[in-house]
């Protein structure tokens, strides 16, 4: 448990929990950029579909949702960024959260294909690049 907090606390983690969504969003596309994707930023005002981030690499284009949250993702998010996939002419889906999903998300994200980047994926992205 205290080497898991070292990592998190190493990551930022807990200065990331403390940013708005529209700050979190612009921190994710600074990571991504580092990651080598093309970042196009889309959910900085309403009517986004569900979606925050397109991200592009190797002609793959993933939609992104980024949940800065004090509790657990839930189904509705996973619905939110399948559902847009083909508004953005993407092929992948991803939520990104700095917490946890709910079992009911994890398993709706398994049947749909949606990639999910918890707060210890977050964190082990973070800590291999530099942001």
């Not at 606390?9 to 921190?27: P, Q, V």
């Not at 196009?40 to 579909?49: A, E, L, M, P, R």
């Not at 793959?60 to 949250?69: E, I, M």
Request: hydrophobic share 40%; net charge neutral.
């Amino acid at each position: 448990m205290v080497y898991k907090h070292n990592q998190l606390s190493k990551a930022g983690m807990f200065e990331i929990d403390k940013l708005t969504g529209d700050d979190f969003e612009k921190y994710l596309a600074i990571l991504f950029e580092k990651l080598g994707y093309k970042v196009q930023i889309v959910g900085s005002h309403k009517g986004d579909y569900g979606t925050d981030l397109i991200i592009e690499k190797q002609g793959v284009r993933t939609a992104v949702q980024a949940k800065c949250w004090h509790n657990p993702v839930g189904i509705k998010s996973i619905q939110e960024v399948y559902g847009s996939l083909h508004i953005y002419n993407s092929t992948k889906a991803l939520v990104v959260t700095n917490n946890y999903f709910t079992h009911q998300a994890k398993l709706l994200a398994e049947t749909n294909n949606v990639e999910l980047w918890d707060r210890d994926l977050l964190a082990k992205t973070i800590l291999s690049t530099t942001v």
